[in-house]
């Protein structure tokens, strides 16, 4: 699996929109970009996929660059429950998912 | 969306018991479970994939018969802890995976004294 690349932390204001970057340089085309994230002492929550067309779903969107080498989810109006640890991955669709360290957001009122 | 129920939510035992932790799809087929264990401040770390009828692939350094992971049906897998001791307390986590997304359990604080 392609090793991706995050901030250590961010923060933003609530109400506005949080933009957390990825990179992914090494991801192979068969491999999706997978956003989770981790409010403390819970299991992980689906935030969004995508191949190679930017998506969007009720929680965010997802914006891939064209050579795939990047990507930047998108919280259009960041809360204070979006604080939490958000990990982008790089894998195949299915297959196991390698978390690294992800982006600690803090939103802050 | 997909529900994950992990049981039980938070175990404390004394040293040397064995534990068995229970991961079920609730309202879907799961052809694929994942287990991770996560330590305090640190990301998860995959221990072991299983597959429905087969036995489990572990990750380097995971021992198989200290955990042991039994996937009886689509919609049930069990990672067992045996013999556990301090060093084992941490927080673990399944996942099931029918298709492209794996959704994940609540987790278990497995405490051992």
């Known amino acids: 699996d392609a090793k991706t690349t995050q901030p250590t932390s961010m923060d933003c204001a609530e109400g506005r929109a949080a933009n957390l970057p990825c990179n992914h340089s090494?991801?192979?085309?068969?491999?999706?970009v997978y956003w989770y994230r981790q409010i403390h002492s819970q299991g992980p929550q689906y935030i969004i996929h995508?191949?190679?067309n930017n998506e969007t779903n009720e929680m965010a969107s997802l914006i891939i660059t064209e050579d795939r080498k990047s990507s930047t989810l998108i919280l259009p109006h960041a809360t204070l429950r979006d604080t939490a640890v958000y990990y982008c991955?790089?894998?195949?669709?299915?297959?196991?998912?390698?978390f690294g360290a992800g982006t600690i957001l803090r939103v802050k009122s | 969306g997909a529900v994950v129920s992990q049981h039980p939510s938070r175990v404390i035992c004394k040293s040397g018991t064995s534990v068995k932790i229970e991961c079920r799809s609730l309202?879907?087929?799961?052809?694929?479970m994942f287990w991770y264990r996560q330590f305090p401040k640190k990301s998860l770390m995959l221990m072991a994939t299983?597959?429905?009828?087969?036995?489990?692939?572990?990750e380097q350094g995971v021992e198989k018969d200290k955990f042991l992971i039994n996937h009886a049906s689509l919609t049930l897998s069990t990672l067992t802890v045996t013999s556990a001791h301090p060093e084992d307390s941490s927080f673990y986590i399944c996942?099931?995976?029918?298709?492209?997304?794996?959704?994940f359990g609540d987790g278990t604080r497995l405490s051992i004294l």
């Open positions: 996942s099931a995976s029918a298709g492209l997304l794996q959704h």
């Open positions: 309202d879907f087929q799961a052809t694929t």
């Open positions: 991955i790089a894998a195949e669709g299915g297959n196991k998912l390698v």
């Open positions: 090494t991801i192979s085309g068969n491999e999706y």
């Open positions: 995508g191949l190679k």
């Open positions: 299983s597959n429905e009828g087969s036995k489990a692939t572990y």
